[in-house]
């Protein structure tokens, strides 16, 4: 078809010139055989512009006829009259060219309609013009829609803003540890097992993957036999468990509860405790460095603290002395590393807080002399995230926090938190925006609680309510976002969010609690032989039910038992009174009133029965005993035989 023809055609159908141009009909001949690109993009430009303008103009017109109370048929009618013609235009040239696809080499095709306009742009620009007054320059319904986005984000943002809204605390679970205080609790760095110990000395493990909704733990040990559990904690990787308690030594257990390492104990008669090669008197607590998985340390009423390599047990690594502004000794109460485990920090008994480099064991890097009330027990010493702020829970009932940049006044402080602990912890949330600590309450005198904090501005932000004990122990896992929490009547609650949370406890609520089989078990051993003749094969026991059944058909096996004896006693037993031989012989004794005080007499009561029925003596010489044979010489015989100077004078 000729170029020329189609331009009329297209002028005619749509009823204004500026189509062609708009359309990209223009530039078609042979003369286009030569492609200028410059030209050809500048057009495109320009029929951008024009096709811009011509839209705001139809939506201008619009505006005026909705305004007017004309209906918006007539207008969507012609606009779509308009666009149909061109598309008409548009789409024909392809279809002559595939009809005669033999001349496509001679005739070249003009430049294409702009790239910004599609059919899914003129969908859309429909539907934006259908709807009522016109939308400004540069804003379409994709941008509403972006925008609507826009708000739900901000609000999420919002919602992210506040850390309260992240405390997992919808949904919890209870372990029963025991019936005494749960004072120490641990967690590995994967979230999957929990080790808790307690007052009753007991340590017990729990696995959230193994546990079913009776929430039992699979392993209870005392690893320190009579002393009270002061700290657990698992190593950077995991693998071993550090276990701190009222004894001198602490130990070194692996995932299962087997002992790895025993710090040895050092000489209590020796002045420096520099030169002891461990503690001489009780633990007070114990940490793992953060990033050195051999070391740990712990501090001891003997007033150090030490360092440990796990692969050297007969000697402390280092020692550092914590001392009073008058140089004595101060005991420390508690001890922790850094976050990237440089410095090391201790709580002691004179209310200061002394802090060394972990490099340097003289002298104090950072101290604050009158940190807390001296005579209490800082019971927790924790670092942020950041590692610039040091949070501090006294036992003067307050909880504090510390520049470390700046260590001579705290930076906030909270009164009337209760503390009967000298192990109450304190820490902050994975995001580093929230503080939380336990409070201790007495028997029978209200519930224990969790206190958040808002660690910008230190106020009371959340509080849950535990149990009607004393919170103790308190953690918050990174990973798994959940609580851990020990009180003081035996219980280890986690609460966590479904939502907000991952696996630990969620793993084992879903669990279904598994029904109690009776053991069926072999009775005895069962040794399978299978080329045996039948005479000699024995039948294979399957169970102990089974057994059972064949047992009570037995009527040896399934004898009643002999009813106890009343009266005197049958049949050789003996009465309830007396229950013994022993007993029963020394009755039969004191009620005997035979006199055998004369031996002769005693046993010559039994000579006449003896000869009557000659049992036990007689038939053993019976056949090799020979005949007694005794002289019947009469006494007269016997006294004339003898000599007269023996013979009594009378």
Known sequence: MDPNKLDKATEKMSGDGDISSV????????????FDLDAIFEQTRRTAIERSHHVLEERQKETKMEEEGESSKSVKSSVHTQRNKAATATFRKPESDSSSHSDSDSELIGPQAPPQHTPQQEQEDDDNELVGPPLPPGYTS????????????????DSDDNPVKKIPDTHEITLQHG???????????????????????????WDFAGMDQSL????????????????????????????????????????????????????QYIVDMANTKGHTAMLNGGC??????????????????????????????????????????????????????????????????QIWDRN????????????????????????????????????????????????????????????????????????????VTGTSVKKDEGNGKLVFFDRASFQRVYEIEVTNASVVRLLWHPKLNQIMVGTGNGLAKVYYDPIKSHRGAMLCVV???????????LTQEYIITPHALPMFREARQRSTRKQLEKDRLDPKKSHKPEPPVSGPGRGGRVAAHGGTLSSFIVKNIALDKTDDSNAREAILRHA???????????????????????????????????????KRKI
Request: proline share 4%; aromatic share 8%; hydrophobic share 30%.
């Open 23 to 34: 359309m990209g009909f223009s530039g078609f001949g042979k003369k286009a055989r030569t």
């Open 142 to 157: 994709r941008t509403a829609h972006s925008d609507d986005d826009d708000d739900e984000e901000e609000a999420e943002d």
């Open 179 to 205: 019936t005494k205080t749960v004072s120490a609790l641990g967690l590995d760095p994967s979230g999957a097992r929990l080790v808790t110990g307690g007052y009753d000395y007991d340590v017990r493990f």
């Open 216 to 267: 039992q733990a699979f392993r209870s040990l005392q690893p320190c036999e009579c002393h009270q559990i002061k700290s657990l904690q698992y190593s950077v990787t995991g693998d071993v468990i550090l276990v701190v308690s009222g004894n001198a030594q602490a130990k070194v257990l692996d995932r299962d509860g087997f002992n790895v390492m025993e710090c040895v104990k050092g000489d």
């Open 288 to 353: 793992w460095h953060p990033k050195i998985k051999e070391e740990f340390m712990t501090c001891s009423n003997d007033g150090t603290v030490r360092t440990w390599d796990l692969s050297s047990e007969k000697k402390h690594k280092s020692v550092f002395k914590p001392r009073s502004l008058q140089g004595k000794k101060v005991t420390p109460t508690c001890c922790t590393y850094s976050r990237d485990g440089k410095l090391i920090a201790a709580g002691c008994q004179d209310g200061t807080i």
């Open 360 to 435: 340097l064991s003289v002298h104090t890097k950072f101290r604050c002399q009158q940190a807390h009330t001296p005579g209490t027990d800082t019971s927790c010493l924790s670092f942020s995230y950041d590692g610039v702020t040091l949070a501090s829970r006294g036992g003067d009932d307050t909880l504090k926090t510390w520049d470390i940049r700046n260590f001579r006044k705290p930076v906030n402080v909270a009164m009337g938190l209760t503390n009967y602990f000298a192990m109450t912890d304190c820490c902050f949330s994975p995001d580093d925006k929230l503080l």
């Open 511 to 521: 669990k279904n609690k598994r029904k109690e089989r009776q053991a069926e078990t």
């Open 608 to 646: 006449a029965e003896a000869s009557e029925n000659p049992y036990w003596v007689a038939p053993a010489y019976k056949q090799t005993q020979p005949e007694p044979v005794f002289a019947e010489d009469s006494e007269e015989d016997e006294s004339d035989k003898e000599p007269e100077w023996k």
